[in-house]
């Protein structure tokens, strides 16, 4: 298993080893880790490594000098560029010493609030989920975990001095950070030293393989916080309520009576986009008997960032006496520390996984729930900049498996149907296939195995290790809770069927709730404000390949902060109700809008009556094979809204000049989707 440090060594190794060969050693795993990253954090990897290797400058001779002193020959290892994965945490240094374990973090010229609040939350994740840390500081004679913040350049104005122990939640940690600079970090390691309560050893090997253990106060505040918040509230409509109870209901039976027997299974929950398989999801996880051992994991990153700043945002904005914490053991005064780390039910998959040819030990998570799961990839394929050494689901059921060798595993299967938004998704096939191979049961209903993607359907519903479930399939879309018909109108349009779109919009119509289109971005933006009221949201969207909606002021490879640009309010220019940033259909999926103002680009047009896909390459339009992919990135930007959307189509460059804005393609498209029922916007 790779080391989650980037380097490690004892105190002898590390002054015996130059500057360059530790730089060259954390510039390698820097390399190799900016490998698992997705493609669109290339530029940010390659900007945080450059800058590793020039704080390595200024930090390894810091360390040299205090671990040459007195104080520090009673430091035994040295870690640097802890990566905590599962927290999403990466530690500059970490120094395990007989009672102390010291976690030290570097900064430039200036000590803030928000760098004393970072070493904390280290400090602290170390305590609550880092198993071995955790064990070795119970008792009175327990190790104790001290934060210390030392400037690389200039003088801290003091001496660091000791705060203290226990005078917050957590009575293994310092009250509050060391503050040291070049010449007073030996003093501060002196400090910590001489008020540490034992010489308790700490083995570097048990430290660095420790497994992701939540502590039981941990678990109970993160219960407790979010039984103060209704994840379905994040949706904000009509939920089709009982479909939603019976389907967790049914779940949570399977889970136990599988867990019961000890066995390893797949439960399948599929559902058409917005029918609400995420909230059963986090319903598994957020509540009930097995909330304990589950964990929420998703490759949608921005769904975790979305649903993450909500629920700290609906804590704070709580009055402290209307939150319980007295069973939680945790003091009200340590409520953002608990918050911040209550999180962790809900996870991304790099972090929770790590690579996915290592078992990484974990004491959660015995019912993963895996969202998009139809969204795996074959052996070969290149995921996160790796090639899969067998296919992706093959690897998750054998890792839980590795995982939990005894009492049993269950992975709950969220299955979305035409979603799939990028090359090589293999769909729930790969799950079935997985099974078979694994030897795993599995239940699914009748309505999932209808699903187009399911091959020899008859051969899985007589499987002697299926089980039936009356429940696994959500069919009421939630997202146009007042017309269903919206679902069927995207799916006809991007089947060329105008005929079938159009009868879908007759009923639409009927409601006086339309589909619009325009070639005014600004009668677009007008329309979708006046829609708006009070908290309700509007948003512009596109296709992660409108390169061209550029020429309109559109960037859809900005990627805004999804987080503020779904919760901030209307006077915040980072909201969606500004309508100034657009989000594309990776940064959206799993999320929803009231109204949407839907940009479309000349990405996906007609040709000769049927979609064709292309991708700006340069200065030139190229063909793109993958046009299931291009139309169900569409099927995303279309099913989004709530409650009403129009369409943008520019009209392209009137002088003819810009080939990338062919006023033909754009004019396919206005003109297809007026066929298709559309209802130009007269202002």
Same mark, same amino acid.
């Given at each position: 298993?790779?080391?989650?440090?980037?380097?490690?060594?004892t105190?002898?190794?590390?002054?015996?080893?130059s500057?360059? &060969?530790?730089?060259?050693?954390?510039?390698g795993?820097?390399? &190799?880790?900016?490998l698992?990253?997705? #493609?669109?954090?290339?530029?940010?990897?390659?900007?945080?490594?450059?800058?590793?290797?020039?704080?390595l400058?200024?930090?390894?001779?810091?360390?040299?000098?205090?671990?040459?002193?007195?104080?520090g020959?009673?430091?035994?290892?040295?870690?640097?560029?802890?990566?905590?994965r599962?927290?999403?945490?990466?530690?500059?240094?970490?120094?395990?010493?007989?009672?102390?374990?010291?976690?030290?973090e570097?900064?430039r010229?200036?000590?803030?609030?928000?760098?004393?609040?970072?070493?904390?939350?280290?400090?602290?994740?170390?305590?609550?989920?880092?198993?071995? %840390?955790?064990?070795?500081?119970?008792?009175?004679?327990?190790?104790?975990v001290?934060?210390?913040?030392?400037?690389?350049?200039?003088?801290?104005p003091?001496?660091?001095?000791?705060?203290g122990?226990g005078?917050?939640?957590?009575?293994?940690?310092?009250n509050?950070?060391?503050?040291?600079?070049?010449? $007073?970090?030996?003093?501060?390691?002196?400090? /910590?030293f001489?008020?540490?309560?034992s010489?308790?050893?700490?083995?570097?090997?048990? !430290?660095?393989?420790?497994p992701?253990?939540? &502590?039981?106060?941990?678990?109970d505040?993160?219960?407790?916080?979010? *039984?103060?918040?209704?994840?379905?509230?994040? #949706?904000?409509?009509?939920?089709?309520?009982?479909?939603? #109870?019976?389907?967790?209901?049914? =779940?949570?039976d399977?889970?136990?009576?599988?867990l019961n027997?000890?066995?390893?299974?797949?439960?399948?929950?599929?559902?058409?986009?917005?029918?609400?398989?995420?909230l059963v999801?986090?319903?598994?996880?957020?509540?009930?008997? @097995?909330?304990g051992?589950?964990?929420?994991?998703?490759?949608?990153?921005?769904?975790?960032?979305?649903?993450?700043?909500?629920?700290?945002q609906?804590?704070?904005?709580?009055?402290?006496?209307?939150?319980?914490?007295?069973?939680?053991?945790?003091?009200?005064?340590?409520?953002?520390?608990? %918050?911040?780390?209550?999180?962790?039910?809900?996870?991304? +998959?790099?972090?929770?996984?790590?690579?996915?040819t290592?078992?990484?030990r974990?004491?959660?998570? @015995?019912?993963?729930?895996?969202?998009? /799961?139809?969204? %795996?990839?074959?052996?070969?394929?290149?995921?996160l900049?790796?090639?899969?050494?067998?296919?992706?689901?093959?690897?998750? =059921?054998?890792?839980?498996?590795?995982?939990?060798?005894?009492?049993g595993a269950?992975?709950v299967?969220?299955i979305?149907?035409?979603?799939?938004i990028?090359g090589?998704?293999?769909g729930?096939?790969?799950?079935?296939?997985?099974?078979?191979?694994?030897?795993?049961s599995?239940?699914?209903?009748?309505?999932?195995?209808?699903?187009?993607e399911i091959?020899? $359907? $008859?051969r899985?519903?007589?499987?002697k290790?299926?089980?039936?479930?009356?429940?696994?399939?959500? @069919?009421? $879309?939630?997202?146009?809770?007042?017309? +269903?018909?919206?679902?069927?109108?995207?799916?006809?349009?991007?089947?060329?069927?105008?005929?079938?779109?159009?009868?879908?919009? %007759?009923?639409?119509?009927?409601?006086?709730?339309?589909? !619009?289109?325009?070639?005014?971005?600004?009668?677009?933006?007008?329309?979708?404000?006046?829609?708006t009221?009070?908290?309700?949201?509007?948003?512009?969207?596109?296709?992660?390949?409108?390169?061209?909606?550029? /020429?309109?002021?559109?960037?859809?490879?900005?990627k805004?902060?999804?987080?503020?640009?779904?919760?901030?309010?209307?006077?915040?220019?980072?909201s #969606?109700?500004a309508?100034?940033a657009?989000?594309?259909?990776?940064q959206?999926?799993?999320?929803?809008?009231d109204?949407?103002?839907v940009?479309?680009?000349?990405?996906?047009?007609?040709?000769? *009556?049927?979609?064709k896909?292309?991708?700006?390459?340069?200065?030139?339009?190229?063909?793109?094979s993958?046009?299931?992919? /291009?139309?169900?990135s569409?099927?995303?930007?279309?099913?989004?809204?709530?409650?009403?959307?129009?369409i943008?189509v520019p009209?392209?460059?009137?002088?003819?000049?810009?080939?990338t804005r062919?006023?033909?393609?754009y004019?396919?498209? !206005?003109?297809?989707?007026?066929?298709?029922g559309?209802?130009?916007l007269?202002?």
């Amino acid at each position: 298993m790779t080391s989650p440090a980037w380097y490690f060594g004892t105190r002898e190794e590390f002054l015996a080893t130059s500057n360059d &060969s530790i730089a060259d050693q954390l510039a390698g795993r820097a390399a &190799s880790e900016n490998l698992e990253i997705e #493609s669109y954090q290339n530029q940010e990897w390659r900007s945080s490594i450059d800058l590793l290797q020039k704080a390595l400058d200024e930090r390894v001779p810091i360390l040299r000098m205090a671990l040459q002193s007195s104080h520090g020959k009673l430091v035994r290892h040295v870690i640097l560029e802890f990566d905590f994965r599962r927290r999403g945490l990466r530690m500059d240094c970490v120094l395990l010493a007989d009672g102390v374990l010291f976690v030290v973090e570097f900064k430039r010229t200036k000590l803030q609030a928000a760098d004393r609040d970072q070493a904390m939350t280290y400090a602290i994740n170390l305590l609550e989920f880092h198993g071995v %840390t955790q064990s070795l500081s119970q008792g009175q004679d327990g190790i104790i975990v001290v934060p210390v913040l030392t400037l690389t350049e200039g003088r801290v104005p003091r001496k660091p001095n000791w705060p203290g122990l226990g005078d917050h939640s957590w009575n293994a940690a310092a009250n509050r950070p060391l503050e040291s600079d070049a010449h $007073s970090l030996v003093e501060a390691l002196g400090i /910590a030293f001489e008020n540490r309560r034992s010489d308790r050893r700490i083995d570097l090997a048990d !430290w660095l393989n420790s497994p992701f253990r939540p &502590s039981s106060s941990i678990l109970d505040a993160t219960l407790s916080l979010y *039984g103060n918040h209704d994840v379905s509230a994040i #949706s904000e409509h009509a939920v089709p309520a009982e479909a939603i #109870s019976a389907s967790v209901s049914e =779940l949570r039976d399977v889970i136990d009576a599988v867990l019961n027997e000890e066995g390893y299974h797949v439960v399948f929950l599929s559902g058409a986009p917005g029918a609400g398989k995420t909230l059963v999801g986090l319903e598994l996880v957020l509540r009930g008997s @097995r909330a304990g051992e589950s964990v929420f994991v998703t490759g949608n990153a921005p769904l975790v960032e979305v649903l993450n700043k909500a629920l700290a945002q609906s804590f704070r904005k709580q009055s402290r006496s209307s939150v319980s914490w007295a069973h939680t053991g945790y003091r009200k005064e340590d409520a953002r520390f608990v %918050t911040s780390a209550a999180n962790y039910k809900i996870v991304k +998959a790099h972090h929770f996984l790590g690579k996915r040819t290592e078992n990484h030990r974990q004491e959660d998570g @015995r019912v993963l729930v895996f969202d998009e /799961a139809q969204r %795996t990839y074959e052996k070969g394929k290149i995921v996160l900049r790796e090639k899969l050494p067998d296919h992706e689901a093959d690897l998750i =059921l054998e890792t839980q498996k590795n995982a939990y060798p005894e009492g049993g595993a269950v992975v709950v299967a969220l299955i979305g149907h035409n979603q799939a938004i990028n090359g090589g998704e293999m769909g729930i096939q790969a799950w079935l296939d997985a099974i078979e191979r694994k030897g795993w049961s599995f239940s699914i209903s009748d309505l999932t195995l209808e699903l187009a993607e399911i091959k020899d $359907s $008859s051969r899985w519903a007589e499987h002697k290790r299926r089980w039936p479930l009356e429940n696994g399939h959500l @069919r009421q $879309s939630m997202r146009y809770y007042r017309n +269903a018909e919206v679902e069927q109108w995207a799916g006809c349009v991007l089947e060329g069927d105008a005929s079938g779109a159009c009868s879908a919009t %007759t009923k639409l119509n009927q409601g006086s709730d339309c589909i !619009w289109i325009t070639r005014s971005l600004s009668s677009a933006r007008n329309w979708a404000k006046k829609q708006t009221v009070g908290t309700q949201r509007c948003g512009l969207i596109a296709s992660g390949q409108a390169r061209r909606l550029a /020429a309109e002021g559109l960037f859809v490879e900005l990627k805004p902060s999804i987080a503020d640009w779904m919760l901030a309010p209307s006077s915040d220019v980072r909201s #969606s109700n500004a309508l100034e940033a657009v989000q594309n259909q990776f940064q959206v999926q799993g999320l929803e809008l009231d109204f949407c103002v839907v940009c479309w680009d000349i990405d996906l047009r007609r040709e000769d *009556g049927k979609w064709k896909a292309y991708k700006l390459n340069g200065s030139k339009w190229q063909k793109d094979s993958l046009l299931d992919v /291009a139309r169900n990135s569409y099927r995303v930007l279309l099913t989004r809204a709530r409650k009403g959307m129009i369409i943008f189509v520019p009209q392209g460059d009137l002088n003819g000049e810009d080939e990338t804005r062919n006023v033909e393609f754009y004019d396919g498209v !206005w003109k297809f989707l007026l066929e298709c029922g559309a209802k130009e916007l007269v202002t």
